[in-house]
Structures are given as structure tokens and as C-alpha cells.
């Protein structure tokens, strides 16, 4: 296993990776009023060991929120939400970057904000 080259530090142009793994996002749908919370920050914190953790699609602005309970990124409430997904992270020397993910026209007006 010497040879191999996963388990070391990389870098990808200013940041500084424990490995080569990267966690691909996953949408769990777990953020209940399209709020990142506690279990989501529990979730990825368990996996700070990765490299690099990609989060699960998160949705800009109301209007792109076409699939219920995934988390936002608009509000004050959703980035403070966000602020404890990435210290859990960082308290244990990961890294995460946002997915942002805009479902555009497959979007249903039932899990749209009234006025999307």
C-alpha cells in the first residue's frame, strides 16, 4: 500500500487536503423547512475524515427548492443552519464546499415558497 498515493495530503489550488478522498453530495432531504440542523451537521461531521466533503444540493434562492425538505441557502436562518454543518467539520479538520443546486422546471409548485 506505500504506493499508494489516496491516503496522503493533497492540495487543490489554496486548499489543503488531509487525503485524496472526496465525499460526493448525496440529497438526503433531511432538512426539515429547508433548514440545515443538527442531524445534518452530526451527518457530515462523522465523515470530516474525507478529504474533501462535497454537501448535498442546496437551492440558492426560494424559487429553486423542487424537492422537498432539501436545505436552502437564502435566509438568515439557513446560513446559520449552514455555520454548524461546517464547524462540526472543521472541528474535526475537514473541508466542505457547497453544492448549490437550482432544480429549475422540474420543480412542483407544492414544495415551492407561495410566490415562486
Excluded: C
Aim: no cysteine.
Amino acid at each position: 500500500m506505500s504506493d499508494y498515493t489516496l491516503f496522503t495530503p493533497a492540495q487543490t489550488g489554496a486548499i489543503k487536503l488531509s487525503n485524496h478522498l472526496v465525499l460526493a453530495p448525496m440529497t438526503r432531504s433531511r432538512a426539515i423547512g429547508n433548514i440545515p440542523n443538527d442531524l445534518m451537521a452530526t451527518y457530515y461531521g462523522q465523515r470530516a475524515t474525507a478529504g474533501l466533503i462535497i454537501t448535498e444540493g442546496t437551492s440558492p434562492s426560494p424559487n429553486g427548492l423542487g424537492y422537498s425538505r432539501i436545505p436552502g441557502i437564502f435566509s438568515q436562518e439557513q446560513i446559520e443552519g449552514w455555520k454548524k454543518v461546517t464547524s462540526a467539520v472543521h472541528a474535526k479538520g475537514g473541508k466542505i464546499v457547497i453544492q448549490l443546486m437550482h432544480t429549475g422546471r422540474i420543480s412542483h409548485l407544492l414544495n415551492l415558497p407561495e410566490g415562486a
